[in-house]
């Protein structure tokens, strides 16, 4: 496989669930993020992991719990979620955070979550 | 303020016809990147074109070019020759050079619409 590969592409979840997303990057790249992307806002930056460290987190409630175990592999846990969180949760990847370039950001196609 | 103004929230075009989808941006950074993503309804984003804001040319990507007017800081993408596959949501981004991190922002999107 090549590219972001996201897990699974749709989740219908509870409020009193416990799930988890994944992605996997196979480009040998060194920084991943999690997006959120919500009907008519903008794409929001959630977490950003450069070299397996966190270096981002914009505020995200503690609900949503990332783990990032080497530079391949990101998960997004999740537990008590509300049904505002319902939206498409992508994952990127990219060769470092704190680097120029106008190409290697790339996506997964997404995760569309329900919180029911 | 928003950093990435994107003004048309739906455009349509006619099959084989250009169009010009806007995007504005705001920095005082000398050193930027502008890039456009394309969203087809499966989620992915799938980068399209980038623009560094010392490039002397307009960038041209197949069918796509980015007409970059950096006085007026703006960065709209221009389609040729639309095709049915066209149809989509259309991402300006940017990212800043200065203060070591590269993460682009993104705008709100615009909905294209290809009609035979």
């Known amino acids: 496989e090549t590219g972001v590969t996201q897990t699974p592409r749709h989740l219908v979840m509870g409020m009193t669930n416990k799930k988890s997303l994944k992605c996997e990057q196979h480009?040998?790249?060194?920084?991943m993020y999690w997006y959120k992307q919500s009907a008519k806002k903008p794409l929001e930056l959630m977490f950003v992991?450069?070299?397996?460290?966190?270096?981002e987190n914009n505020s995200v409630p503690s609900r949503f719990s990332p783990e990032c175990p080497n530079s391949s592999h990101l998960f997004l846990h999740l537990h008590t979620l509300q049904p505002e969180d319902s939206a498409l949760y992508l994952c990127?990847?990219?060769?470092?955070?704190?680097?120029?370039?106008?190409?290697?950001?790339?996506f997964g196609s997404g995760t569309r979550l329900t919180v029911v | 303020a928003q950093k990435i103004t994107q003004t048309q929230p739906g455009m349509f075009v006619q099959e084989k016809e250009a169009v010009t989808l806007d995007c504005t941006y705001d920095?005082?950074?000398?050193?930027?990147?502008l890039f456009w993503y394309k969203q087809p309804s499966s989620g992915e984003m799938i980068f399209l074109i980038y623009?560094?804001?010392?490039?002397?040319q307009n960038a041209t990507e197949g069918r796509y070019s980015l007409n970059f007017q950096k006085a007026r800081k703006s960065a709209n993408l221009v389609i040729s020759a639309s095709q049915l596959g066209d149809s989509a949501m259309y991402f300006c981004?940017?990212?800043?050079?200065?203060?070591?991190?590269?993460?682009?922002?993104f705008g709100r999107g615009t909905s294209l619409i290809v009609h035979p």
């Open positions: 990127a990847s990219s060769q470092s955070s704190n680097r120029a370039g106008g190409y290697g950001y790339t």
């Open positions: 480009l040998g790249h060194n920084a």
């Open positions: 992991y450069n070299f397996k460290e966190q270096t």
């Open positions: 920095t005082s950074d000398p050193s930027y990147g």
């Open positions: 623009q560094g804001s010392y490039d002397q």
């Open positions: 981004a940017m990212r800043e050079g200065g203060g070591g991190s590269y993460i682009p922002t």
